[in-house]
C-alpha cells in the first residue's frame, strides 16, 4: 500500500512539474524619438485604435505601421481620451491642452491653459462630460464640450486623484479622502487607517486601489474601503508597484519600478505570471503599462515599448534559464518536458525556494571614533535614564526633525498656491497693458523667479531649524563606532525570491546534439549524433546503437523504430511486450545514400525518402519488410519532401510543383493537385511531422495536409504567422497544442484551437486626401472643382499583432475590384465630371474581409458644360440667327457682311452643337479623338450647313425678286401713262 501510494505521489509529483503556462510572446518597438528621463508614461488609445504615449519631447503616436512625434509646448506627464467628444486631452510640465484632428486629418495641439497658471500635470481623470486635473496640489475642472476650463479647487492640497464609482475624489496630505462635487470637496466618512503611508494609487474598474508601502493593499468603491488579500506582500513590496490595469473580471497586470510586471489575481493575492527581464522584457523598471481594445497589454520600458496579448495562444518556453545550445526538438513525456538542443537533453523543472550557497560574510573589530569618546563623557548621565525613556527621546528628536520638513513642505505649497493665484490677476493685468505679451515667456521668467525664492527659503530652513534638531540628536543619539573589517565564506541556505519557478536541468547522461525525440511504448527515444538512446520513466538510459542519426520513425501500431544514418544506413528494430528488441529484416536493401524522412503509414507500408528517391516497403510480415518499389522524383529545387496519410485512404506527397500519389503497379507518381510550378523555393516549404500530418507554407501561411487537400482548402494557423523562421512543428500530448522550433532559437507552445480565425479587426478610415502635386485637402469636403480631378486617398487601419498582413482592395463605381495590395495609397488620375461611389476593403487577400469604408465624392462640371451656360448660348445663337436674318432682309447692308455674320452665326450653332455631342458620348480626353469627332461632325452636318445657307439666301433673294417685279409695274405703269 505504502509503495502504491508513493508511485502515485511521484506521477503527481513529475505531472506538476511541467503545470506551469510558459512565457508570454513578446513584440519589441524602438521609436528613434522615445525620451521618457524619469518620467511614468502614459498609454491611452482612441476610437480609431491609434494609440498614444507621453513623452518628454510631446506624445509618441503609433497606428500599428508608423510612429509619428507630436509636438506639445512642453514635457507630457498624462495622458487621457475623450471618448464622446473624440480629442486627446494632454497634461505636461506648467501646460494643458488638447490634440484633435483639422479638416486635413493631420494632429493639432491647442492650448487649455494660455489665461491659467497651472503646475506639472499629474493626473488626468473623465468624469462624464467633464475632466478633472490634479497640478501641483490644486485640482482644475474641463467643460469637455466647451473645451475650457470652468473651475479650479485648491482649499486642500490633493495629493492622488482618481475616480470611483463615476464620481472624482482625491486624497489629500493628510490622507483624507474627498469627494469633488463641482468646485467644492465633501470629505467621505471612511479614512484610510492612521499608520499608512500611500506607495501607489492606482484606478481600476471604476475603483481605486491605494497600496501602502509595507505591503498592504485597500480598495475603494465610493462606498466601503476593502483590505484586498495579498500573497507576496514581500515580493511587491520590494518591486514597488505603481500602476494597475485590470485583464478581465479577476486577473490584473501590475507595473513596478524594479520587478517589471506581473499578472496578479487581486481577490486571491496569487501571481499568475511575471513579465521582467528573465521572461523576455528588455528590463525589468517599467515606466508605464497601458491595454489596447483587443486585449494587447503595452509596456514602456527605458528601451522603447513591449506589446503581448494575454489571449493570444502562444508561450515561449526558450526562456527558462538552463538551456544551452541550439533547440533543435522537444517532446512531453511523462507529464514532463524534454528538450534536445546542439548540446544535450533537457528537463524543465521546478526550482527549490532555498539553494545552499557560498556566503561572504562581513565581520569587523571595534575601534573607536572622536564621536564616541566625546559620547562616553555624557554616558553616566544617559545610564540613569532607562532603555525605554532613551529610545523615546530618540524617537521624539527623530519625529522633531520629519515634522519639521513636512511643516517647511506644507507652508512651501501653500505659498506656491498663493502665488499661482496672484498670478493670474497679474496675467490679466499684464495683457491689459501689453496685448503683444508673450504669455509664455512671461510665465516662464516668472517661475524661475519664485523657484531662486523657494531655494532661498530651503536653505535658510536647513541652516536654522533642521541644524538645531541635529544637534539634540548629537546629545541623545548614541554615535556610530568606527570599525576594522575582514571577510570569512561560509555554507549557507539562502530563500530565493523567484520572479519565475521553473528552469532547465540537464540530463548528464547525454552529452549529444539531440536531433529528434520521439515516444515509444513507455520510452522516450532520442536520436543524437552519438547514438539513439532510450530513457524510462524513472530514468534508466539505455544505448541502442552508436549511429549519428539523421532520422527516425516509431510506430505506435507495430512498436517498430527506424533509424537513418547520415550515410543512408538502417537500424531498423521493433520493441516486443516484454521489452526485447526484434530485428526487422529486409529494410536494409534500400540502398539510399541518404534518408530525410521515414514514415510507416495507415497500411503499415514503410516509406524511405530522400530529395531524389522514394522507396516503398511492404508490411510488417513476420519481422520482416520487403522493397516493393521505387521512383525517381523531380526536385530541382532539393525540397524537403512532405509524406502523410491521416485521415485519408491514400498516402500522399508534397513537392514544390504539387500533391502526389504513389502509383506502386507502374511505380510512378501521379499528380492529384496540380498547382503552378514556383519560380524559387523561397515561396514553398514543408516540414514533416511525427504524427503523419505535413505543414506546408505557400504564400497565405501555414497550414496541415490532410485528406490529400491543398493549403486553401483549410484554415490558415494565423498565430503561426506570427513566428518567424520557422524550422519545426510538432504534435503535443495535449491534441489541441503544437509545438514549434524556430531558428532564431525559440520554443513556443500554441494552443492553435483557440485561435483559427479572429475577427477582431481595427476599423478602416480615411487619414488624409491629396491631389497630385502633394497638397493636402479637406477630408470632410468632398465636392471638387473641375479642375481637381487628380487624387492621392490614404487609408489607416491600426494592426498590431504581427501575423495579421493587411491587404487592400479597392472599386470605383460598378468597375471591377482591383486585386489585392499592400499599398493603402490610392491613386486617381484625370476623373471626369460626375458622382463617384469609392469602396475600400482591408483583409488578407485570400477570402477574409477586415474592415470596409465607403464615401462619395463629386467632380463638378466645368461652366460651360452647366445648363445655365447653354441656355446662353441657346439665346445668343437664336439673336445672331434672327439678326442674319434681319440683316439679310434689309436693302442697306453690304452684302459682304451679310455673308460673313451669316456663315459666324452657322459656324458657332455646330460648334454648340459639337460641344453638346461631345458631353453626351462623354469619351477620355484625346487630341487625335478630338479631330476625329470635329471632322465627322462637319461631314454629318454639311448638309444641314447647305440647306440653312439657302434658307437664309432664299429669303434674301425672294425680296430681291419682289422687288425687282415692283419695280417692273412701276414702269409698265410709266409707259402707259
Known sequence: MKAYF????????????????????????????????????????????????????????????????????????????????????????????YIQKDIYGDDQYFSLSEDHIIGLVSKISIVKNKAYILADGEVFIIDLNAKKIIGEYYEHIAQHLFTAMNEPYFIDEEQNIYLLKEQEAEVADIKLPDSTSIQFVADYNNKVVIGDSSGTWFQFDGLALDTLKNQNKKWLKESAPHQIISLNDSLNIIATEKGGAVIYNLFSGDIDFYLNYTTGLPDSEIKGIGKDKYGGIWFAHEYGFSRTNHLTPLRNYALYEGLEGNILSAI????????????????LAKIDKFKEVDKVVKLRKRRKSKDFIAYQAKEKELAKLSEKELKKQIKEVEEEEEDAIKDFEKDEKKLRRKWRKEQRKKLKEAKKENKDLDVDKWKKEQEELFEKEALARKEKMNSTTIATIKKKTAVVKKPVRKYEYYYEVKKDKELILQSTKYKYKVIPEIEAKCRILQKIDTFLVVGSNKGTALISPNGDLQWLNQFNVQTLHVSEKTNELIV?????????????????????????????SSINTIYIDQQDLLWLVNHEMIHCFSTHTDNKRDLVSSVNVNNPFGDDIGIWDKDSSETHFILHNGIYTFNKDLGTLENVSLKQKLKSSDQFRVLQGHDGIVWSYLKTGWTPLLNGRHLSDEPTFYHLNQIPQIRAIL?????????????????????????????????????????????????NDLDFSYRNNNFLFSFSQPQYEIDKE?????????????????ESHIPFHLLNSGKYALKVESGNGNG?????????????????????????????????????????????????????LTYLTLIMVFAFLETVAQYYINLEPDPLLDFGIEASLAILLLPFENVFKKLIAFTRNTDSDTQRHSNELNNIKETNS
Not at 17 to 31: D, E, I, K, V
Not at 753 to 765: A, C, F, P, V
Open 806 to 822: 493587411i491587404l487592400y482592395r479597392f472599386k470605383l463605381n460598378d468597375n471591377p475590384w482591383s486585386s489585392w495590395t499592400k
Open 564 to 592: 537513418a544514418d547520415e550515410n543512408g544506413d538502417i537500424w531498423a528494430k521493433r520493441l516486443t511486450k516484454g521489452g526485447i528488441w526484434v530485428n526487422i529484416d529486409g529494410v536494409h536493401n534500400a540502398q539510399l
Open 332 to 347: 512531453e513525456f511523462d507529464g514532463r518536458l524534454f528538450t534536445g538542443t546542439s548540446e544535450g537533453l533537457y528537463e
Open 731 to 779: 504534435p503535443s500530448e495535449d491534441p489541441e497544442k503544437l509545438w514549434v522550433i524556430t531558428k532564431g532559437n525559440q520554443l513556443f507552445c500554441y494552443e492553435y484551437t483557440e485561435s483559427q480565425i479572429d475577427n477582431k479587426h481595427y476599423d478602416l478610415n480615411l487619414a488624409t486626401l491629396k491631389d497630385m502635386k502633394g497638397q493636402k485637402i479637406p477630408i
Open 6 to 97: 508513493l508511485l502515485i505521489l511521484f506521477y503527481l509529483l513529475s505531472y506538476f512539474s511541467f503545470a506551469q503556462n510558459g512565457h508570454y510572446y513578446l513584440t519589441h518597438y524602438a521609436p528613434s524619438f522615445i525620451d521618457f528621463e524619469e518620467q511614468r508614461v502614459q498609454t491611452v488609445q482612441d476610437n480609431e485604435g491609434v494609440m498614444y504615449f507621453s513623452n518628454r519631447k510631446g506624445v509618441l503616436k503609433y497606428n500599428g505601421k508608423d510612429w509619428n512625434l507630436l509636438e506639445t509646448p512642453s514635457s507630457v506627464f498624462s495622458l487621457a481620451y475623450a471618448e464622446k467628444q473624440n480629442y486627446l486631452l494632454v497634461g505636461g510640465r506648467n501646460s494643458l491642452g
Open 848 to 900: 477574409s474581409i477586415y474592415s470596409s469604408y465607403s464615401l462619395d465624392f463629386n467632380i463638378a462640371l466645368p461652366y460651360w458644360k452647366k445648363t445655365w451656360f447653354y441656355a446662353l448660348e441657346l439665346l445668343f445663337f437664336s439673336f445672331l440667327l434672327v439678326f442674319s436674318f434681319k440683316l439679310n432682309q434689309s436693302k442697306r447692308v453690304n452684302i459682304w457682311i451679310s455673308k460673313v
